[in-house]
């Protein structure tokens, strides 16, 4: 167990929805990143935060964002949800940002949109 | 932007051999990562590389770093069936927070 938690573990939902997905991450690390895995895209990192500030942005959708709360958990929301979302959606944390960094993840959330 | 590169991509063998994975990657990067992945899984930290030269071994696993030229490598020792997995290799941009994974290899070791 990394100490890394994700709700929900599963989530189907339909096309045109909006879900949010919740991390929760390792106590006393501030900082969290968030990935997309599918498939046949990889492991794609879509945003980071540290200490409720966003510090990098990757390939995220306009209709997908993220916030990081004062408690430090961390939720991401996807909205106009299309069949091509579907994929694993992984948290990972950190206790620091940049160098000597180790990210643990999280069990993930299996998004299905049908 | 920072480019991970594995290869290969899917590797079968046999128990008892011995392989490498290899991971280059595309601009400077401060640190380097080593993950395995089981089927339907969440990630896990095997090694992390910080500088040039560095060598880390768990068990029949060992990686290592050369910064020069941009290439990190996972050697598997002796495989086992148990060592069957996706391993990633993933790259921390200099000054910049994200951490950008590779394709992963998927290692298949046949009994």
């Known amino acids: 167990d990394s100490g890394v938690t994700q709700t929900p573990k599963h989530l189907i939902t339909a096309t045109g929805q909006r879900v949010t997905l919740r991390c929760s991450p390792r106590?006393?690390?501030?900082?969290v990143y968030w990935y997309q895995q599918s498939l046949d895209q990889g492991l794609q990192f879509l945003i980071q935060?540290?200490?409720?500030?966003?510090?990098a942005k990757g390939n995220i959708l306009e209709r997908f964002s993220a916030q990081q709360f004062p408690d430090l958990h961390s939720e991401l929301n996807l909205s106009s949800l299309e069949l091509g979302d579907s994929a694993l959606y992984f948290c990972?944390?950190?206790?620091?940002?940049?160098?000597?960094?180790?990210?643990?993840f999280g069990q993930g959330t299996r998004l299905t949109v049908v | 932007e920072l480019k991970v590169e594995q290869n290969p991509l899917f590797l079968s063998m046999q128990e008892g051999k011995n392989y490498t994975i290899y991971c280059n990657y595309s601009?400077?990067?401060?640190?380097l990562y080593w993950y395995r992945q089981d089927p339907g899984k969440s990630l896990e930290s095997l090694f992390v590389?910080?500088?040039?030269?560095a060598v880390k071994q768990e068990g029949r696993l060992m990686a290592s770093l050369d910064t020069k030229a941009r290439l990190s490598t996972l050697h598997i020792t002796a495989a086992v069936h148990d060592l069957s997995a996706t391993y990633f290799c993933?790259?921390?941009?200099?000054?910049?927070?994200?951490?950008?994974f590779g394709k992963g290899t998927r290692l298949h070791i046949l009994p």
């Open positions: 993933a790259g921390g941009p200099m000054r910049d927070d994200k951490i950008i």
């Open positions: 106590s006393g690390d501030l900082s």
């Open positions: 935060y540290y200490n409720g500030e966003e510090r």
């Open positions: 601009t400077t990067s401060d640190r």
């Open positions: 590389l910080l500088s040039n030269g």
């Open positions: 990972a944390s950190s206790a620091h940002r940049g160098l000597n960094t180790e990210a643990f």
